[in-house]
């Protein structure tokens, strides 16, 4: 069973769901944040289920969205397709349909679709953080969040 992923809030508290009956607990996560590990949970309904605890400063929202994106070098553009894997108000993290080598610190433009009513174009030039493979971690420019994808991060 995948480990269900359990945000952290500033003060160090996270709600947890239970995945068999919806029950919701508040806990005081402080001592697993160190370990990245899961940690299985039991609900007082008896199911047992793991979950790993994440401390963000934005909510990381898992989606699978088809995109292009553009890798700038000097001379030229390396242009090829890939898979939009989790967006936040500050970055994005997308998986590539090929292999690109990009290292930190290289811009992207980026261009995908929303799933939402508006089928919203988002276009955007994100700064590489980290690459592990063909996934690769970006951020927004400082507090330049596009409008549309701030309210489809709304829960």
Do not use: W
Request: proline letters at 6%.
């Amino acid at each position: 069973m995948q480990p269900q992923k359990i945000y952290v809030n500033e003060r160090e508290e996270a709600t947890i769901v239970c995945s068999s009956c919806g029950k919701r607990k508040k806990v005081n996560a402080q001592q697993y944040l160190a370990s990245f590990k899961p940690v299985n949970v039991k609900c007082s309904c008896g199911f047992v289920f793991p979950v790993t605890f994440e401390k963000r400063k934005h909510y990381r929202k898992s989606v699978r969205i088809p995109g292009a994106y553009a890798l700038l070098l000097p001379d030229r553009e390396q242009k090829g397709n890939m898979t939009v894997k989790d967006l936040s108000r500050t970055g994005i993290a997308f998986e590539l349909n090929e292999d690109m080598p990009m290292r930190a610190g290289q811009l992207v433009r980026v261009r995908f679709v929303l799933d939402d009513a508006d089928k919203t174009e988002i276009t955007k030039l994100v700064e590489v953080r980290n690459v592990d493979g063909r996934r690769i971690g970006a951020s927004f420019p400082e507090g330049e969040c596009p409008k549309a994808l701030a309210f489809y991060l709304m829960p």
